[in-house]
């Protein structure tokens, strides 16, 4: 599993496209909020949390529906299900690559974008934490949807249909976190829920997409 | 052995047995269903009907322990262009062990190792994928159209490999349109179902 985690990054590493378009994106959705709502700084950082959450999850989701895709058109998907490695294996190590060369990257840029959110200074901390948890849960549901929208015409369209509807409560106790943060409340409560959110789907998110790659 | 994609019957009523050592070639009019038996030999495509069995037992009980006995080479090469041709290998030989420099010098592409895949030609791309073959003994080789792209030189040295392999008690099953180097191989003739 880790040979595999290594050609994964290595191919990430290779391709440094898929990342950097993953960030920019992320960038540029926060950065039309401005200009939408208007210059006024309440407005802005009411509106931060939820704009963070979801440019986020969009941004992590762009890559997705080449996750399987890319592997299944030069052959590789079949050589892997028959390297000895489980589907589950094979899922999860897959998950985990999508989160460190999108997810993990999106991080780092999260403060430039709750500064042009205008999200106080004391929030970003849990921000970053929150937008974590919640990336790192997209990454094993979007995984799960990958491997199941595999060889379906239009796959790039039903994905998102099929994952961002499940991401809805990520959303709901990210931003609660992020806000609650952000007006001085504890927001540990938040980012424990979204925590076990992420911790749930750790293990299921695998098992139903080794499952569905097994089906194909 | 049955197999039925999507409504089709592939292929039905299929029985034969493959010894260690012995060589098995595949042969039969485009869509006959070679390539889909291959795959559903490996485990990759379900049986409709009828069962594989290894050794006396249920092949297909334990995908994982099925795997590693066998090796699929396919039409596509399942070569990442961005990778060079050492790292290509390097996944699979940490699966299966297997000296990465030996088994690209078993395809004559040591010179090559540390190029990008994307940079190899056709047929040095067919030989690299045959590089996989030969990292490692294992019991059952499943080609698809193997030779397909190779020089004179090339089918050489993989006729080295295929008897090599069966040397050391390795069965093949080949798919192909053309003759292959396996001497005293018998042949299954699949022809397209009704």
Redo the contacts between chains.
Sequence with gaps: MI??L??EL??AV??PADTLAAVLFFLLVTALFPFGVGPSPETLARLAPGALLAAALLAALLPLDRLFGAEA????L??L??????GMQITAVKAAGHWLTTGAPLLVAAPIAGAMLNLPVEAWGVAVLALGLATLFLSFIGTAGAALTLGARRGGVLLPLLVLPLTIPAVIFGAAGIEASASGLPARPFLLLLGALAAAALPLAPLAAGAAL?AD | MAVVRGERIVFAGLSFRVAPGEALLLTGPNGAGKSTLLRALAGLVPLAEGELLWQGEDALAEPAEHAARLRYLAHAEALKPSLTVAENLRFWSSRWGGDIAAALEAVALGPLAELPARMLSAGQKRRLALARLALAPCALWLLDEPSVGLDTASVARFGDLLARHRAAGGAVLAATHVPLPLPGARELRLEPAA
């Design positions: 040979a595999l290594r050609r290595l191919l290779r391709h058109e030069d052959g590789s079949d050589q299900l028959l390297s000895g490695l489980s097994r």
